[in-house]
DNA sequence: TTAAAGTTTCAATAATTACTGAAACTTTAA
DNA sequence: TTAAAGTTTCAGTAATTATTGAAACTTTAA
């Protein structure tokens, strides 16, 4: 498993921003790896290619299972276990952003309603609440909408996209119609 | 500085989640304590009240003022420098979304891009660019739409929700709206 | 000027997170 | 059965990231 000069580029990009994505510089390295490979890789190939221990592939498979990132092939008359992504690109960002939310936005929703529940015992609790009610409201929006947008197939969001510049003309657009009925 | 423990246990949170949102457990804490303080407070005042050095908070400070969180206000016959948040939430949250897409996104594209034009010298290379191309559409969709989506006010955002549970139904009013015309 | 009040910097260290590799475990086929 | 081929686990260690605190710097007012 030698990688050519352009695909280890790539690869070793994914690392990189594999943290800034959630997942560490390895599990970056490995979704990078699989995507760009048409044929599945077994956790072996993917130690040499990437140059790293074995334990450590088998710990990062069990990442990107947990994410539901990667599947599992097995070829008949072989053991070993082969492994590719599990869907397509697009279904692939669709989990990240669903994972993300998970572990991002829900815990500090949970937290916030919580809080707004509880009574305010003094003006600076009073202020505190009227902050969290705030972004609660904001991460409430954010999650309906992603969740809307989540649910679109690239090609419904390439069709929403050219609806012109901004989507402010969509809310002018349903104003006028609202005003006509 | 004494926090009460609804209001700690916010700030607390702020900490946990703080590296999630692209920052560390203290910038998240700072960030939880300045949104909901009503009044700028100073800098030892945020390290007493978070129970961190002096310089962590300048460090901090510095940090947050790169995202364009915070603002310093002066008050007349005092040296000090009190910090607030700079905007309402909703400012807050547009330029964390900002600067993240600018760390987590814009990298991506153009190494995609670079990559893209270059040339491919063997079936690996052919195969490898197809999937950067489609991750390149995917995200320059996403980039275009967040970059869209921020332009609204949270009153148009609302107001674009109210549509209907599902944002097919724009593509519908679209449709029909060009066949009417 | 100078010293007091404040801020910033950064080397040293603490805390956290990731990785290795050897041992334990599992599965399969002879 | 058993041994070969494979996988997983996890204690120890390496690498990375965050924090402190003391020294250096800046600003202001007497």
């Known amino acids: 498993m030698q990688l050519s000069p352009k695909i280890e580029n790539f690869v070793l990009h994914c690392g990189e921003m594999g943290s ?12 990078g790896l699989l995507v760009i490979n048409e044929k599945p890789l077994t956790a072996n190939e ?30 008949p008359g072989d053991r070993k276990e082969y492994y590719s992504p599990n869907g397509s690109i697009w279904d692939l960002a669709n989990r990240v952003f669903e994972e993300r939310r998970k572990r991002e936005i829900d815990p500090t929703l949970t937290l916030l309603r919580d809080q707004i529940l509880d009574s305010a015992n003094s003006p600076e609790e009073k202020y505190a609440q009227e ?35 901004s989507v402010s003309k969509v809310i002018d657009l349903k104003d006028k119609l609202l005003r006509k009925s």
């Open 46 to 75: 993917i130690a040499e290619a990437l140059k790293i221990s074995r334990g450590n592939v088998s710990m990062g498979i069990k990442e990107l299972q947990s994410w539901q990132l990667v599947k599992v092939h097995h070829i």
């Open 131 to 165: 902050q969290m009610q705030s972004i609660h409201d904001l991460l409430e929006t954010v999650t309906k909408w992603s969740a809307e947008l989540q649910r679109l197939t690239p090609e419904q969001l390439q069709s929403l996209m050219k609806l012109g510049s």
């Open 20 to 31: 800034r994505w959630g997942f560490n510089r390895t599990i970056g390295q490995m979704v």
